[in-house]
């Protein structure tokens, strides 16, 4: 029989990742079995493992429950407008090319309300960090349909299931022009932890999606079960396939999930093109911004 | 602190209004610009784009005026002066973001050449109907700045003010141009840079364990940190306490949104600024800003020829209103006279200082032309009478 203590076994402040963390903000408002806070955790691991500078590291949320995230790490942190985290955090990394600007947020607010700003940084090749959790819903406000709702899903705007067809995110990514591009469930601690600690060392517009649990709304509507049911789904429709084609891993309901790194690739960042085209153009009389260090400690 | 020589273009030039306020951005030192283009603004960005390669500056054109907004507010917490460029319906998106800069407090300045609406209205012609827009057109309460030139030299005097004061107050300044003063070709002279006085932004000289963001101790605006400095601080467009730290309560609410709209209120005749020309004794006060205020002074002429006792009273900072002066004005005339380019707003806050002491008497246009001197002259007539 297990006996029932008041201790537990590590107190917060020896938690691993709590110097990443505001534990002033503790408990956060995620629910239980929600996959935010395993996605934090990783994101702080590979910060830890990465020797990077935590002064120059900046993160961007926008609206949600991910666009919390900016509001509990403990770094610079900017919690923006709805959608506008990526514009928001363009600017940030504009005015301080220095910078490891993070972007932390959700499906709704990248994809769905700040499609148009992912496509336009994408494209540019913006030297930003994107990470976006894919719950398939709106989850702060209660489970209204998403842009990546599975079709038929059921969501509270769509009671009778989706018939609007989803975006296929890794295909959006490197379509519009991410340098790097993968997708991990928060099942994948390892896999998400390393994948996050390569893109950190990497340039450019780096995308990762990671599917994760909404077993408040999402499993509820769709009764699907409860946090455990979701991570042993992943566990068995998960599939790691590196390098596939990305029109081939769109999401459907209730199948198949294809994680992995799909793109890696180097190619010049905006600032990259900015500062060789003006330097060729303009010759001598180009004058960039002063030169800072960066945000890897050598 | 004065003004870098590498921005300032110093000499007698021929300018516009627009290219005015870009020079003059670079001479306040703004080094991030993001905008969208749009009619009869974009000569701004244009000629921005063309110098900051040589200055060290930086020009992105963003995808929409939603994101030029963001863009502007997050380069902002980099220390680095920042501006955005519009009309009113890239004015109408930027609102979402101008709330952000205002609660949390980053200095920033955003130009509006006003031109004719609603919607698309009149894209390549005069209006001056954003005025309250500027002032309530984000959701909540907070508080702006607004200044309004009426000449190209002023256009670029305002817009050194407008950057000095975004750093003062921590607060969105918007230029409320108009398309006559961005479209005016006249003689603008830019000073030596010895002779441009800038405020720096206020950077901490707290350790980053006992700085907090939003902490007042007394003082109009928090101390700054930067991004990449250390501090590891925390900022957010919800309510926050002292710590940056989202509250949702009832008194947190009250504490947050009360200092942004004291740290203006408060310091209100500080910030107001106006002209006035022919007061004392006057019957008749002619209140007048922008282009308008150069057509007024030809009705006001007229009036004169015909007897009346009129003066003006030309707003050059819109937002604050000068409550104060209108009051005081209102005891002793028997009528102010607005004409503006619109339907009639600014007279509304005339009339509302006026509390019924005096008239206040619209003289409105719908845009796409200034007023005609004689509607001015009628009215001030007509009110006199």
């Known amino acids: ?298 | 602190m004065k003004a870098d020589p590498a921005g300032v273009l110093t000499g007698t030039h021929y300018l516009d209004g627009d290219f005015a306020c870009g020079e003059a951005a670079m001479a306040a030192g703004c080094r991030f610009v993001a905008g969208y283009p749009i009619t009869p603004s974009t000569e701004i960005v244009e000629r921005i784009a063309r110098r900051f390669p040589m200055i060290g500056g930086i020009f992105i054109q963003m995808e929409d005026e939603l994101a030029s907004m963001a863009a502007v507010v997050g380069a902002s917490w980099t220390g680095t002066k920042s501006m955005t460029v519009t009309s009113g319906p890239g004015f109408s998106l930027m609102m979402e973001n101008i709330g952000l800069a205002a609660m949390m407090e980053s200095p920033c300045v955003v130009v509006n050449v006003q031109r004719g609406g609603p919607s698309t209205g009149l894209p390549t012609m005069v209006g001056q109907a954003d005025m309250m827009q500027a002032r309530w057109g984000s959701h909540g309460d907070y508080s702006i700045i607004a200044l309004s030139p009426s000449s190209p030299q002023e256009s670029f005097d305002l817009t050194i003010d407008a950057f000095n004061l975004a750093e003062t107050y921590r607060v969105p300044v918007l230029m409320m141009m108009d398309e006559c003063v961005g479209h005016m070709t006249e003689k603008v002279v830019i000073p030596p840079a010895d002779e441009i006085d800038l405020v720096p932004r206020k950077l901490t000289t707290k350790s980053p364990g006992e700085y907090l963001p939003y902490k007042l101790n007394g003082v109009l605006t928090p101390e700054f940190a930067r991004a990449g400095d250390g501090y590891r601080f925390h900022t957010t467009g919800l309510t926050h306490d002292e710590r940056g730290y989202p509250v949702m309560s009832a008194e947190c609410q009250e504490q947050c949104v009360r200092h942004l709209i004291d740290k203006i209120k408060l310091n209100a005749d500080q910030i107001v600024r106006f002209e006035e020309e022919g007061i004392d004794g006057a019957d008749v006060v002619v209140v007048t800003y922008g282009i308008t205020s150069r057509v007024a002074r030809m009705g006001v002429e007229l009036a004169r020829q015909r007897g009346v006792k009129v003066g003006t009273l030309r707003l050059v900072v819109v937002w604050p209103f000068p409550e104060k002066r209108v009051r005081q004005l209102a005891q002793t005339i028997k009528a102010f006279v607005v004409p503006e380019i619109n339907a009639g707003q600014i007279v509304l806050e005339v009339e509302r200082c006026a509390g019924g002491k005096s008239a206040a008497i619209s003289v409105p246009h719908m845009g796409g032309a200034v007023h005609d001197p004689n509607d001015i002259c009628a009215a001030i007539v007509e009110a006199a009478g």
């Not at chain 1, 076994?9 to 408990?27: G, L, N, Q």
């Not at chain 1, 995620?30 to 990783?42: E, L």
């Not at chain 1, 301080?96 to 540019?124: C, Y």
Request: aromatic share 10%; glycine share 10%; charged share 20%.
């Open chain 1, 1 to 298: 029989m297990t006996e029932v203590t008041d201790e537990r076994p590590v107190r917060p402040d020896e938690h691993p990742i709590a110097p990443f963390v505001r534990m002033d903000r503790m408990p956060h408002i995620w629910c239980p079995t929600c996959g935010i806070g395993t996605v934090v955790k990783c994101y702080a691991s590979a910060l830890a493992e990465s020797a990077v500078d935590l002064d120059k590291v900046s993160i961007v949320s926008g609206i949600g429950c991910t666009g919390r995230v900016a509001g509990y790490m403990k770094l610079d942190g900017f919690h923006a407008t709805h959608g506008r985290a990526i514009p928001f955090a363009t600017g940030l990394k504009l005015g301080r090319p220095e910078l490891l600007v993070t972007v932390f947020s959700g499906d709704g607010d990248l994809v769905g309300i700040g499609g148009n700003h992912f496509i336009h940084a994408a494209r540019r090749n913006m030297d930003l960090l994107v990470i976006l959790v894919n719950n398939f819903i709106y989850g702060m406000t209660g489970g209204q349909n998403a842009a990546t709702t599975p079709l038929t899903a059921r969501s509270s705007t769509m009671p009778f299931g989706n018939f609007e067809r989803p975006f296929n995110l890794p295909h959006l990514a490197a379509s519009s022009g991410a340098t790097y591009v993968a997708r991990w469930t928060s099942l994948h601690i390892r896999r998400l932890t390393r994948s996050f600690k390569e893109a950190i060392r990497r340039k450019g517009f780096r995308f990762i999606e990671v599917i994760a649990p909404c077993s408040t709304v999402y499993a509820r509507l769709n009764k699907l079960g409860d946090g455990l049911d979701l991570m042993r789904f992943y566990y068995e429709k998960a599939e790691i396939r590196h390098g596939a084609d990305t029109r081939q891993v769109a999401i459907g309901y209730q199948d198949r999930i294809v994680c992995g790194k799909f793109v890696d690739e180097e190619q010049p960042t905006y600032l990259d093109m900015m500062h060789a085209h003006y330097a060729k153009a303009l010759g001598e009389r180009y004058v960039p911004m002063p030169p800072e260090g960066g945000w890897i400690r050598e």
